[in-house]
């Protein structure tokens, strides 16, 4: 497995698009798998509000490891698989690029949970899904007894973003893009 100071820099060039091999970047299947299913299995555990949404959506997008890094100029880069019904359907990248004041790097894991047939559909079906282009992902946060708002209940796109301590608030899927990985 690549270190995550690796991971760092690959993310930063990656999204800058400064990375001539991409693939020679990617992780395999079994990796991202193991890594899917240990992200999921935590996520279960740190809300029961989630995982209940999870059981009643189309599919669930999961980047177990996000990677952004910069200075000035910064990046991010995540791969994951599309689950449906449990079994990893297709596989995944994120990437996003910024410019502004920004100096290190982070790590942290999102699902996005396409709700109905429909919002997986149009998301397959894409060649290059931008959020907040493409469709609007609904960043869900938990209130008191760890319940999902209502509001956010009704979305086709739910998304959730969270560190290995918990969920991360005032965080944004706008701009992020996500790409099918020929495997």
């Known amino acids: 497995m690549i270190d ?16 001539p091999a991409k693939a020679a970047c ?6 991202i798998d193991a890594r899917v299913q240990e992200v999921t299995d935590s996520f279960y555990k740190q809300t029961a509000a989630g995982k209940s949404l999870a ?6 997008l999961v980047f177990p490891e996000v990677i952004k890094a910069g200075m000035g100029v910064g990046g991010e880069y995540g791969e994951g698989a599309l689950v449906i019904k449990g079994r990893p359907a297709a596989y995944y990248s994120t ?23 429909k919002a997986l559909a149009e998301f397959r079906k894409s060649q290059g899904w931008k959020a907040g282009v493409d469709g609007s992902v609904a960043l869900a946060t ?8 209502t509001e956010t209940l009704k979305e086709p796109i739910i998304g959730f973003m ?18 099918r990985l020929g495997r």
Do not use: D
């Open 55 to 60: 059981q009643k959506a189309a599919g669930m």
């Open 95 to 117: 990437a996003s690029a910024s410019i502004g004041f920004q100096v290190g790097a982070q790590v942290k894991s999102q699902i996005i949970l396409f709700m109905n047939p």
């Open 4 to 19: 995550t100071r690796r991971r760092a820099a690959m993310a930063f060039l990656l999204a800058g698009g400064l990375c």
């Open 142 to 149: 938990l209130g008191a007894g760890g319940e999902i708002s």
């Open 26 to 31: 990617a992780a395999s299947k079994e990796e």
């Open 162 to 179: 969270f560190s290995n301590k918990w969920l991360m608030y005032n965080l944004t899927f706008e701009g992020s893009k996500i790409t």
